[in-house]
């Protein structure tokens, strides 16, 4: 093992300038300059530790912003979700690789990075990551709390490497606290920190959202903190460690839910639906041909649905005439709707209420979604050539900018599609040290 590397990590790469504080005695680095078109994150490099999916999806929001990502991949099996499919995308005719393809999982949030295959499990491993360490900004992991320290790579080992590192943690549970060492997914943090309680019919069992949003809120929320995290390097020169907990990122996604708890000091309300505890109608409803969805959410809005159901004399009726009445008779309400709307087909309903200001939709499948015209319109789905499987359609990165675009400049890579490179273009690694290293199952 290396720990010898101290040398201030920008004067080992060209990318940006540095400069020196000297009323704090420490090299920092000057944010990129700004250039014409150039992504918010150019020039900064991410060493991307993690697996599945809250930790790749956040290095792939970093990596749509242009920062160069490294993965670090287990030489053999790789990320995780590489077996997890079907789908996949298959192999082209004259791919070098074998297998059913690219699994659809895994191409959903690891484009824009490059595949590192190396074991840390023998110290030559363990001395690339230390030099990659040196010449990264930004560092990303998903291991239980401690898990990484007989290898060298824990924060207060790498923040004597490089200190100006941002090392994020990915965890169930955070770095502190009774739960910290246990082994935490989606499913077990959406269960014990209440979304589930909250989620599914009024008189059905709890259920998990359709898909892992505490994954997805928990990449999101670090993604975040990492750039908050290189605004403050940009002031201090010092890098930090963030500590990231999938059970904490559900508790705030809890949200007014959360707030109504704590003002009342009362439980919730329990399981609704796609209804609202406090607003009705404002829910699904089924039609010839599937289900539209009404938000009634004040009387104006609930007398526009009543014309266009043809019953304007529920805006008069005492029961249904302001939402506090409409709430105490929900089910009589509810009831009387759906008899009118499964008399027409979603498409009948939605063109009847089209400009007339009343909040609707028809709830689409995922495959409708991705196909929507407005979807489209806004460029959500966009086709990159992926180079052992060919063409491979993506969901695109949702946040539009006026100046610099996020882009999907490279697709998600095979497993150690980049060793070489990395190895020669940031280490000097020579062919010779490269084939030795393979020979002996460091890297592939």
Known sequence: MNHSIRTPWRLLSSTRAIGFRSDRRRWFTAPPAPSNGSLPLEGYRVLDMTRVLAGPYCTQILGDLGAEVIKIEHPTRGDDTRAWGPPYAKYKPGSSHEGPGESAYFLGVN?????????????????????????????????????LKKYGMDFETVHKINPALVYASITGYGQTGPYSQRAGYDVMIEAEFGLMHITGSRD??????????TDLTTG????????????????????????????????????????????????????????????????????????????????????????????????????????????????????EIEKITVTKTTQEWLELFEGKGLPYAAVNDILATLTHQHTKARNMVVEVDHGECGPVKMVNSPVKYSETMPTIRSPPPTLGQHTDEVLREHLGLGDSTIRELKDRGVVR
Not at 121 to 132: S, T
Not at 204 to 213: D, E, L, R, Y
Not at 265 to 277: A, I, L, V
């Open 111 to 147: 484009r824009n990075k490059k595949s590192l295959a190396l074991s840390f499990q023998d110290p030559a491993g363990v001395e690339i990551l230390h030099k990659l360490v040196a010449r990264c900004d930004i560092l990303v992991e998903n291991y239980i709390p401690g898990a």
């Open 220 to 335: 999101l929320y670090t993604s975040n903190a990492i750039m908050a995290a290189l605004l403050s390097r940009a002031k201090t020169g010092k890098g930090q460690h963030i500590d990231a907990a999938l059970s904490d990122c559900q508790t705030a996604t809890l949200a007014n839910i959360a707030s109504s708890c704590l003002i009342s000091g009362e439980k919730d309300t329990g399981r609704w639906g796609t209804g609202h505890p406090s607003i009705v109608p404002y829910d699904s409803f089924k039609t010839k041909d599937g289900d539209i969805l009404f938000g009634g959410g004040n009387d104006r809005l609930f007398g526009i649905l009543c014309d266009g159901l043809g019953r304007p004399e529920w805006k008069t009726d005492a029961k249904f005439q302001v939402n506090a009445q409409r709430v105490a008779h929900r089910g009589e309400l509810e009831r």
């Open 204 to 213: 059905g069992p709890p259920v998990k959202v359709g898909v892992a949003v």
